[in-house]
């Protein structure tokens, strides 16, 4: 009796080993993100992930032309305005310096440019209300026209909280 109850547990044993060995079993590991921004201050892009994928300007056959980009950002101040300035000139390049597209960069219509002291592009009352801006890129046409090539180019925007009563 022992023996067979053996063999039946040993043949158990063998058959749910067979069914597991045949199984197939499939992982996937991502990763998770969440930016919770501080009441006070935030500035972030309203559609979430476009910031970290190259922004494609697109050419216009007919009138021989660039698009632009335009992306808005949720803003917040408690206490004072909002600032900015661009880090370096912003330009597309294609890797021959006489080639170079510039690019005309406006953050709630308010141009900016790496030459220039920070500029307030959100008063005290719309930053403290919360809002939602548009940042737009332009490219400048060259003196005679836009020359065949691939071109790529950063923009790097530098925002400050203005103290208040500045």
């Not at 101040?77 to 300035?85: F, K, P, S, Y």
């Not at 900016?112 to 400048?140: H, K």
């Not at 530098?158 to 009563?165: D, E, H, V």
Request: aromatic share 8%; charged share 20%.
């Amino acid at each position: 009796m022992i023996k067979q109850c053996t063999v039946v547990a040993l043949i158990a044993a063998a058959a749910l080993t067979s069914d597991a060995a045949w199984a197939a079993r499939e992982e996937h590991t991502f990763e998770v993100t969440l930016n919770v921004p501080s009441r006070a201050f935030y500035i972030i892009p309203a559609e979430p992930d476009w910031i970290h994928r190259p922004q494609q300007l697109h050419w216009n056959h007919p009138t021989s032309s660039l698009s632009s980009v335009r992306k808005y950002f949720d803003v917040r101040h408690d206490t004072g305005a909002i600032e900015a300035r661009l880090e370096s000139a912003p330009y597309l390049s294609n890797g021959r310096p006489a080639d170079d597209i510039r690019l005309r960069v406006t953050f709630n219509e308010v141009e900016l440019s790496a030459e220039m002291a920070p500029r307030q592009v959100v008063s005290q009352a719309e930053a403290a209300a919360g809002s939602r801006v548009l940042l737009q890129i332009d490219p400048i046409r060259p003196e005679g026209g836009y020359r065949a090539g691939d071109y790529a180019g950063n923009v790097l925007l530098l925002f400050s909280a203005r103290a208040p009563g500045e």
